[in-house]
């Protein structure tokens, strides 16, 4: 048997898991996780070796400490911050809230964005021009050229909705240059190229662009935003339940890497659990 505890007992064993549940609560949702990346491309040039990449996603109009972002990403030595979407979490307001960090970023190192998906139902036109009184580079299916010496490296960005096999060739140039491409959600890979109603060029031809990335940066899940011990996420943004695959972290896909950033902020229930935000900070390597 159990022995009887007192009520003092009780009382301190009440107090410790309160306080322990406050702790884990603060951390999972108010410690942000800073969370290094170094990803190897076998055709990167040297002189982008080492090339280093902040990603910030899914910030939702939450406010970060200025401070420590500019800390975290100068101390990382970026080359280049990169914003993948979901800058709102229900209108056009919730940048009011951003325009601090927004202006320091590209204090830090240019800066470039795409659009998600509550920025393209928000009204993506006003944020996009938030982004770029900034002096944040808005990238619309469409690339651009990042050039060291004679080498180059290219960043290109495709805006949500995935619509066009058009739109995705725009932003996909071929070229023998390495190439990161930035969208806000892993659906790319998943919902487009099995919906039915293409045609089966199309969608062969939706695959073979989506093969020329060697890295594609996203956002979007929230890493489930809420998992379960033993199990995982119960469900990320894509309406899936407990999903086994494009949840969070570093995958091969098609012909290159994807990256999904877990994110800064919420959708939904505003709470996280086992899914802490993050910062991500990606390292280009080239192949010994």
Known sequence: ?????????????????????????????????????????DILPPEFDGFTIGQLTDLHGRK??????????????????????????????????????????????????????HDWAAGWDKIAAILQKHGIRVLEDEYVTLQRGDAQLLLSGVSYPYSSTADLAAALPSSQWPLVLLTHSPQIFADYPSNMLMGWQERELWGELLARPNLTLVGHTHGGQIKL?????????????????????????????????????????????????????????KAK
């Open 1 to 41: 048997m159990l022995p009887k505890l007192s009520r003092f007992a009780r009382m301190a064993i009440a107090a410790l898991l309160l306080f322990g549940a406050i702790a884990i609560f603060i951390r999972e949702n108010w410690v942000i996780e800073v969370v290094n990346v170094d990803i190897t491309i």
């Open 64 to 117: 970060l400490n200025c401070n420590w972002v500019r800390k975290q990403l100068s101390g990382a030595g970026v080359d280049i911050i990169t914003l993948t979407g979901d800058y709102v979490r229900r209108d056009v307001h919730d940048m009011e809230g951003l325009e601090p960090l927004l202006a320091l970023l590209p204090e830090i190192a240019p800066t470039y964005a795409v659009n998600g998906n």
């Open 229 to 285: 011990p033993f199990i995982g996420a119960v469900t990320t943004a894509s309406g899936e339940l407990f999903p086994r695959r494009h949840v969070q972290g570093l995958s091969r896909e098609a012909g290159g890497w994807l990256y999904i950033s877990r994110g800064l902020g919420y959708t939904g229930i505003p709470l996280r659990f086992l899914s802490r935000p993050e910062l991500t900070i990606v390292t280009l390597r």
